[in-house]
């Protein structure tokens, strides 16, 4: 890292483009991990967990400035019913930070002289049910029962000192609410992104408020969009933009749809490098892709950045 590179993930997006990871589980697939269990891939922070250096690795590798940890899925009750306790599970969270800070060493090790940032994962309440009802949101929860759940887990995460905290794939303004109500006093900057079906959140408000939540929310440093087919992005960013005046986050599935009762991806891939100079032109200042989107693309997208 050069003397005048910035200290902060925050402090780089108000200079230029962040280059953000790829999906975490298509790279574990691509390795040969069976990830069919419903932890999926925080599954093999017990098991694996040099899996999941290899695939950070493998983004850093490819030009991703930030790598975003397999916590996603990984909560206390999640763990619970693989019989794992809260001390255990509070370890394997940390451990997410950890292996994508190895992967960091590992890459400047191998030459990789460019700041990169490490954000810990934070899915929604949805992804700990394990069926596809993060892609819906309205879980039957107040938003005081979503900031009990959230809360411990953030607070182990932002013990681990992540550089941001990835308050992601959200399909709820509520859940938002909740999830940003428990990010205050942490001491650790958010990143706030929804996943979307065209101009509205999953669980269908506009996207003009679920962004307003965040405007005046001082640790959040960026909002967007992520785990949404590629054309819902730029309508979203321009509303991100125009709502919250904060930087732009923006990493979009391959365009393939998830099937929730058969737990695999169909469809056509409609992503494409070139598109990310758009988004940027938009106001998008973290681009990079979610599920089946990766090293290869995230190369391209760096490339397309870069130019």
Same mark, same amino acid.
């Given at each position: 890292?050069?003397?005048?590179?910035?200290?902060?993930?925050?402090?780089?997006?108000?200079?230029? #483009? =962040?280059?953000? @990871?790829?999906?975490?589980?298509?790279?574990?697939?691509?390795?040969?991990?069976?990830?069919?269990?419903?932890?999926?891939?925080?599954?093999?922070?017990?098991?694996?967990?040099?899996?999941?250096?290899?695939?950070?690795?493998?983004?850093? $590798?490819?030009?991703? @400035?930030?790598?975003?940890?397999?916590?996603?899925?990984?909560?206390?009750?999640?763990?619970?019913?693989?019989?794992? /306790?809260?001390?255990?599970?509070?370890?394997?969270?940390?451990?997410?930070?950890?292996?994508?800070?190895?992967?960091?060493?590992?890459?400047?090790?191998?030459?990789? #002289?460019?700041?990169?940032? !490490?954000?810990?994962?934070?899915?929604?309440?949805?992804?700990?049910?394990?069926?596809?009802?993060?892609?819906?949101?309205?879980?039957?929860?107040?938003?005081?029962?979503?900031?009990?759940?959230?809360?411990?887990?953030?607070?182990?995460?932002?013990?681990?000192?992540?550089?941001?905290?990835?308050?992601?794939?959200?399909?709820?303004?509520?859940?938002?609410?909740?999830?940003?109500?428990? =990010?205050?006093?942490?001491?650790?900057?958010?990143?706030?992104?929804? #996943?979307? @079906?065209?101009?509205? #959140?999953?669980?269908?408000?506009?996207?003009?408020?679920?962004?307003?939540?965040?405007?005046? =929310? @001082? $640790? !959040?440093?960026? !909002?967007?969009?992520?785990?949404?087919?590629?054309?819902?992005?730029?309508?979203?960013?321009?509303?991100? =933009?125009?709502?919250?005046?904060?930087?732009?986050?923006?990493?979009?599935?391959?365009?393939?749809?998830?099937?929730? $009762?058969?737990?695999?991806?169909?469809?056509?891939?409609?992503?494409?490098? $070139?598109?990310?100079? /758009?988004?940027?032109?938009? /106001?998008?200042?973290?681009?990079?892709?979610?599920?089946? !989107?990766?090293?290869?693309?995230?190369?391209?997208?760096?490339?397309?950045?870069?130019?």
């Amino acid at each position: 890292m050069t003397s005048d590179a910035p200290s902060s993930l925050a402090e780089a997006l108000a200079t230029r #483009t =962040v280059v953000l @990871d790829g999906g975490m589980s298509n790279q574990l697939e691509s390795a040969g991990h069976d990830l069919s269990d419903e932890l999926w891939s925080a599954r093999l922070l017990a098991e694996r967990p040099e899996a999941i250096t290899e695939a950070h690795l493998a983004y850093y $590798e490819a030009g991703a @400035d930030v790598a975003i940890t397999s916590s996603y899925q990984a909560t206390f009750e999640g763990f619970a019913k693989r019989g794992i /306790g809260r001390e255990k599970a509070a370890e394997l969270l940390s451990l997410s930070v950890e292996l994508a800070r190895e992967a960091a060493r590992q890459a400047q090790a191998k030459g990789v #002289t460019r700041p990169l940032w !490490v954000a810990a994962s934070v899915g929604p309440y949805g992804a700990m049910l394990a069926d596809g009802s993060e892609y819906r949101g309205r879980y039957g929860l107040s938003v005081d029962e979503l900031e009990r759940f959230h809360r411990p887990r953030l607070e182990v995460l932002a013990t681990a000192r992540p550089d941001v905290l990835a308050l992601e794939t959200v399909p709820d303004a509520d859940e938002a609410t909740a999830l940003l109500r428990g =990010v205050r006093g942490l001491g650790v900057p958010a990143w706030l992104s929804y #996943t979307v @079906d065209g101009d509205r #959140t999953r669980a269908g408000q506009s996207l003009e408020e679920a962004f307003g939540l965040a405007a005046d =929310v @001082d $640790e !959040v440093i960026a !909002v967007g969009v992520n785990c949404c087919a590629p054309e819902d992005v730029d309508g979203a960013v321009r509303t991100a =933009v125009r709502v919250t005046g904060k930087p732009v986050v923006v990493y979009p599935n391959s365009g393939e749809a998830w099937d929730a $009762e058969g737990r695999t991806w169909a469809g056509r891939s409609s992503f494409a490098a $070139e598109q990310v100079s /758009g988004w940027r032109g938009a /106001g998008a200042r973290l681009i990079g892709g979610c599920c089946r !989107v990766g090293p290869e693309a995230i190369a391209g997208i760096a490339g397309a950045l870069a130019r």
